[in-house]
């Protein structure tokens, strides 16, 4: 009679063989997962207990992508399994499965981490926990030569019904979009898990099909009391792309899709530096080292996402604040005009402003293009902002809701601003 093996012992067995394998390796691995897919794939008897399932980007989108999700209960055999589209299973990729805890809420965060693929793949993914099975889901791989993003502004809301028909209407206009960003505070209130509850559930439609790419806010660092903390869910949350940095694993990251290279910065020093100090003086130590990476790899693109705007704007009923620059603005601006950065996406004011070309701190068409992308959840600050000098294009007045596209190839960017009816606020174009 044969032994039965566990699927993670077998897959354990099997890895060891690839190290034998040598130059054969890859074929040892399609003909053994080949063997444990149908093994697998006609034994489901139950549903895994899987929520808030979302795709997040990898640095290169071309060949990975992370899987992650929640459960009420540690899942020891979570597993992702791969295929080409209305295919068979091709790979069985393993998850770890982490306790974590917030807000009074324990549960279990999951992640797999997709790699091998094949550039430009329409693959289909599924969950796994031992016999019990998610719905297979669309995943799509980079190709390399296009890319096409939703821009989501800051959602934070009291109540994100309106932030859900925004998000899914947004995806339902462009379903070809290849992964949304999420500009900071995507929830008002960092601790509060009903707010991120409401924020994974208003996404699922976009998460479980297409990456995110989500940026650390201020309000990602409050409690429930309003005061300043580590931002724990946030950080456990996202497992974004690793820097090499342990005080801020996750703070700041970069990813590639298609012919853009996008650096995500952290603009919270303020909020952080109590518990971490330096956040900063680290960041711009890796943003030249980064950038470098990128343009010896000769991308055509390097799009800047930072929560804070580097804009500073005076108060229209209200003295004290003159317009110009803020500290952000005056530390990474300088920063942006050495390293040739050609768009900067800012968030923050919860107003929709394009700037133009800015280089030395004034209109130059030799800078990057400066947009901040406004809001798209209820919180509002109407009549708030003045005007500024570098002001060219501004959302009809009192704002909505918008949210953005961003579209690239090597030789152009397309970006547009959309009321949530559809109807365009402005068009930018960047040409090489």
């Known amino acids: 009679m044969d032994k039965k093996i566990s699927r993670r012992t077998f897959l354990k067995v099997a890895g060891g063989a690839l190290l034998l394998a040598g130059a054969g390796g890859a074929w040892y691995e399609q003909r053994a997962l080949g063997r444990l897919a149908g093994r697998v794939a006609g034994d489901v008897t139950g549903t895994i207990d899987a929520s808030f399932v979302r795709q997040i980007v990898a640095a290169d989108n071309q060949t990975a992508r992370t899987i992650m999700w929640q459960s009420a209960a540690a899942q020891k055999e979570a597993a992702v399994e791969l295929r080409a589209e209305g295919g068979d299973v091709q790979r069985t990729?393993?998850?770890?499965?982490?306790?974590?805890?917030?807000?009074?809420?324990?549960?279990?965060?999951?992640?797999?981490?997709?790699?091998?693929?094949?550039?430009?793949?329409?693959?289909?993914?599924?969950?796994?926990?031992?016999?019990?099975?998610?719905?297979?889901?669309?995943?799509?791989?980079?190709?390399?030569?296009?890319?096409?993003?939703?821009?989501?502004?800051?959602?934070?809301?009291?109540?994100?019904?309106?932030?859900?028909?925004?998000?899914?209407?947004?995806?339902?206009?462009?379903?070809?979009?290849?992964?949304?960003?999420?500009?900071?505070?995507?929830?008002?209130?960092?601790?509060?898990?009903?707010?991120?509850?409401?924020?994974?559930?208003?996404?699922?439609?976009?998460?479980?099909?297409?990456?995110?790419?989500?940026?650390?806010?201020?309000?990602?660092?409050?409690?429930?009391?309003?005061?300043?903390?580590?931002?724990?869910?946030?950080?456990?949350?996202?497992?974004?792309?690793?820097?090499?940095?342990?005080?801020?694993?996750?703070?700041?990251?970069?990813f590639d899709y298609g012919p853009a290279h996008f650096i995500v910065l952290n603009t919270q020093q303020d909020e952080t530096n109590d518990f971490h100090a330096g956040l900063l003086d680290e960041q711009q130590a890796w943003f030249a080292e980064d950038i470098a990476s990128s343009k010896a790899k000769k991308t055509p693109w390097n799009i800047v996402l930072m929560h804070k705007d580097p804009i500073q704007y005076s108060f229209q009923s209200r003295p004290g604040r003159a317009e110009g620059f803020s500290d952000d603005g005056r530390a990474w601006m300088p920063l942006f005009d050495a390293h040739g950065v050609d768009l900067v996406l800012s968030a923050h004011l919860h107003t929709y402003r394009n700037r133009g070309h800015i280089k030395n701190f004034q209109r130059d068409a030799g800078g990057p293009l400066y947009i901040i992308t406004g809001v798209a959840g209820n919180v509002r600050y109407p009549n708030l902002w003045k005007d500024h000098s570098l002001d060219e294009v501004v959302a009809p007045q009192p704002e909505v809701d918008n949210y953005m596209t961003v579209k690239g190839d090597a030789q152009h960017i397309e970006i547009q601003s959309f009321q949530p009816d559809g109807s365009v606020i402005d068009t930018a174009k960047l040409t090489k």
């Open 93 to 254: 990729f393993a998850a770890e499965s982490a306790p974590y805890s917030d807000d009074g809420v324990s549960s279990y965060l999951q992640t797999a981490r997709l790699d091998g693929l094949a550039p430009g793949t329409s693959y289909e993914y599924r969950l796994r926990d031992g016999k019990r099975a998610g719905e297979w889901q669309k995943l799509r791989a980079d190709d390399g030569r296009t890319f096409s993003a939703l821009v989501f502004p800051d959602s934070q809301s009291n109540d994100y019904s309106g932030w859900q028909e925004l998000a899914r209407s947004a995806y339902e206009r462009n379903p070809d979009a290849d992964f949304f960003i999420n500009m900071g505070d995507l929830v008002d209130n960092g601790e509060d898990h009903r707010q991120w509850e409401a924020w994974f559930d208003a996404v699922a439609p976009l998460s479980a099909n297409i990456p995110v790419a989500p940026i650390m806010g201020n309000h990602e660092t409050y409690d429930q009391n309003w005061k300043v903390r580590l931002p724990k869910a946030y950080l456990a949350q996202f497992a974004v792309p690793e820097i090499g940095s342990e005080p801020f694993r996750r703070y700041y990251y970069s």
